[in-house]
RNA sequence: GGUCCGUUGGUCAAUCGGUUAAGACGCUUCCCUUUCACGGAAGAAUGAGGGGUUCGAUUCCCCUACGGACUACCA
């Protein structure tokens, strides 16, 4: 035994680490990036990342979370070795709720170790416990100076407690805190983390309803799934010290998972915590897919309906509290996965930056191929009864890719090389058309009758034959041009945009504008 | 209120006692260009405040201020 532990002590143990989300609604993209830290803290020590699913409360159950948090870690390639929504692996069942009958022995173990009793004060008495001495102004917490005026297993006889007990009254186990004590435990991003006891309470490990809470279920199943690092939300480091004290209870401490607590994600104007609906109010989404919610069929948007690519969402969220130090900003989720340690994690939380997430996403889709952002778009146009050629949908990505942020972006920007302009770009049309106008167009159009091949080359040449004929000059006339061909002031080199469109198509716009200028 | 955590430009941030305090996004100006975008050049903009420690503090310590998290039979 002995043996054992020294080796279990001396041994580097297999890093295993979990993503716990509870399926109470969409995961939120704060979530997101501990699923991704976790992840790629996984792949990096060539360890084990698995999903745990905590869903202990069942009056919090919200149908569908559970699939929407797996679509979304697919959807961005979080990918899990063990777990709900990627194959049992050895410590299945990975749903709290299926694992209901593994925990209260362990609430028994604690009650016969004494560290541990059974509480049985409705909730209107803890009500009135809180009121009583909030009026005194003091803490209002279940310590151990006021579970000695609550019904509990400390204060009751043991007969009547027993009595209880077989009578089926609801009671709950409560751990039982030293009066004063410190807890010390080591994060691995704030360093030495000090809280006494005489500020926390007598937490209930086992509810009425016959499950365990969160703490006692946490700290449980890491313990048997072997989980070697705790990576969490900061929201979990008031509660650490209670999940040291329980491994130490447990008699698990030597195998005590180390711990790391992530910062928040802040809202980007103002303070707080970002939060469900920052994002629809302030233009970027929270989610990474969209949501709607099954009980007010609300809608939230989401990253990949915004057209954000999963690619781009890794990378940005990866530098929302992480860098690796040098200047390189663009990694690929390989990359990442080499550069990373929770040593480069900031203590301090993140502000959301919109205009940050916009330029990642460009950088992503300048270098994603014409092909993946013609599939997007083609889908688009398929929607809207649009048929046009691969080669055709492809060519037009090609040409304004650069001009992009956002893939829904591809049929606000490049909808003229599929449908005639329905409008003018009214600035230029202002600032350029003249009497002279119509006349260069008509003999622009003539020109390119006139001969039979077509080219970005042709079309420049008839172009200037016309300016010259007409003493117009390129300064002069050019960006009319553009929108006499696509309605709009802005977008790729006009030559190339119109032998792309063809010589049908660049002759019938030349001919609606004519038609449709007036000035 | 209490406890804990945090605080470098508008935002993300580097610096692990000695730097002209990087870089990126955004912004401004200029160049390139028919235009938008890209690209290139330049610029404005930062250590919350006060005490220490030290030859020397953004960096270490303390206090204050500010911000955040937690404070349920929720996770």
Redesign the pocket.
Known sequence: MIIFIFATLIMERRVRVRF???P?GPLHIGGVRTALYNYLFAKKNNGDFLIRI?D??Q??YVPGAENYIIESLKWLGITANEGVGFGDGEHAPYRQSERKPMYKQYAMQLLESGHAYYAF???EE?DAM?ERLKAS?V????DAITRMAMKNSITLPADEVQRRIESGE???IRIKLPKKEDIKFHDEI???????TA?M?D??LY???G?????L??VVDDYLMKITHVIRG??????APLHVLLYRYLGWEEVMPKFAHL??L?K?E????LSKRDGDRLGFPVFPLEWKDPFTNEISSGYRESGYLPEAVINLLA?????P?T?Q?IFTKDELINAFSLE?V????????L??A??FN?QYI?HTTNAALAEALNKELTNKGLIFSTEYVEKVCGLIK??INFIKELWEVGNYFFIDPVSFDEGVIAKRWNDKSPLVIQDIIQLVRSHSDFSAGSFETDYNEALQKNGVT??EF??LL?VCLSGV???????EMAELFGKEITLKRLQLALDTIRK
């Open positions: 716990a989300p509870s109470t905590e202990t409360d009056t919090r004060d409705t909730a803890l809180r102004n803490d209002s917490k279940y609801p009671y709950v704030r360093g030495w983390v000090n809280i006494n500020q309470d937490k209930v509810k009425s309803d499950m365990p809470t969160y703490h279920a946490n900061e929201e979990w480091l008031p509660s910062p928040l802040l980007p103002g303070n707080g915590k530098f929302l509290g992480w860098n130090g200047t900003e480069r900031s203590k301090s939380g993140a502000k959301f930056d205009n940050k916009k330029w460009h300048k650069e001009k390129n300064k050019l960006q553009r002031a802005g977008g790729p080199p006009i030559f």
